[in-house]
């Protein structure tokens, strides 16, 4: 009885270690399964989360990723009528306001008098009244951007690392020669074009563009591994330990 059982012991253990050794054969739907959870890993910068979800997941994210092309091309629109008066027309701020404004007062005008003489009661003119927590809200966001900037710029200046410092540096540069090119208006028009375009580019062809951006950074990679092995590395190096700012 014991050598029955140990036979069987040993024939199922050498059917289990075939079993074992035998590549599994995958399916096709299986292989998709598996090639898109390769692909979630080789996301741009390794995000993990959808590209909407990145965005706010809000009305704002709406209108950047065109869910709603009617909104979002009339945002795009009303940005480049805004861009064309004032930089190709040459157009200035306070005469647009000047000339909204007189517009305004006589469509008021016209609202109240035509009333009038077409009827006993003159109509009621609605007002144009715009709610203090607006100005509150926008000042309040510009104020934490701000200072968000100035630390991380503080931060990357007292923390000591030289790779991150020259990038910031180098970035910095890059946005002063931008800026001697054109106005600060044109600048702010590309950034809201792009931000309107790029993203919405990126969800179509996200696979293409991830990798094609891991491709220039392996190669950007390599370069400063060079830079760094013939020139950076034999830069001295002080024993200044910076503290970040909270």
Sequence with gaps: MADKITAEK????????????????V???????????SSQF??????QKPLHNL??????????LWRNKKISASVLTAATAIWVLFEWLNYHFLTLLCFALVLGMLAQFLW???????????AKVP?????????????????????RGLRVLQDVACGGNLKQ????VFSLWAGAVIGSWCNFLTVIYVGFVAAHTLPVLYERYEDQVDNFVYKVLGEMRNHYSKLDAGLLSKIPKGKLKGKKFE
Excluded: W, Y
């Design 10 to 25: 040993l024939f199922n253990t050498l059917v289990e270690t075939m079993a074992a050794e035998k590549p599994k054969s």
């Design 55 to 64: 965005l706010g997941g809000g009305k704002s994210a709406d209108v950047l």
């Design 27 to 37: 399916s096709f739907f299986e292989e998709e399964k598996l090639s898109s959870v």
């Design 42 to 47: 080789n996301r741009l910068f390794g995000r």
């Design 127 to 147: 007002r144009f009244v715009l709610p203090e927590d607006v100005f509150v809200n926008i000042a309040t966001a510009i104020g934490v951007e701000v200072n």
């Design 165 to 168: 410092f020259l990038l910031v």
């Design 112 to 122: 109240t008098n035509a009333s009038g003489l077409m009827s006993r009661k003159p």
